[in-house]
């Protein structure tokens, strides 16, 4: 029971799964924005139109009222939100393909340095040159 508790802590405390918490927390927020926005600012105008609020475009059919005015404002929030979603991961992508296409043209860290005493070529790690054995400055030996 005890390796148990200790896997389910290490899952529940993983960055994906506060990631993930974080993410429905946020969504939460960002439909009742949508929702407010839709009901109260696009829903009216459509409403102009059809001279009553949009959620209350409502059809009776055999005695069953049929809310198709709540269904089109349903609609128009998953639209909204679909499009906010589209233009978050377009963004994030062009910005991981700029990072990558900055990551390829970085020139790599060098590999050799110069002895200044004797001028050859040697490692970067080197602490003492291979041609003359001079000890090379910072090194601390």
Known sequence: MKKFLEEFKEFAINGNVLDMAIGVVIGAAFKA???????????????????????????VIGGV???????????????????????????INKTKEIAKRNKEQAPPDPTEKECPYCKNTIPVA???????????????G
């Open 33 to 59: 924005i949508v929702d407010s926005l839709v009901e109260d600012i696009i829903s009216p105008f459509i409403g102009l139109i059809a001279n009553k609020n949009l959620s209350a475009n409502v059809a």
């Open 65 to 91: 009222e049929v809310k198709y005015g709540s269904f089109i404002s349903a609609v128009i929030n998953f639209l909204i939100v679909a499009l906010v979603l589209f233009m978050v991961v377009k963004a």
């Open 126 to 140: 080197a602490t003492r040159c291979g041609f003359c054995t001079s000890k090379l400055e910072g090194f601390k």
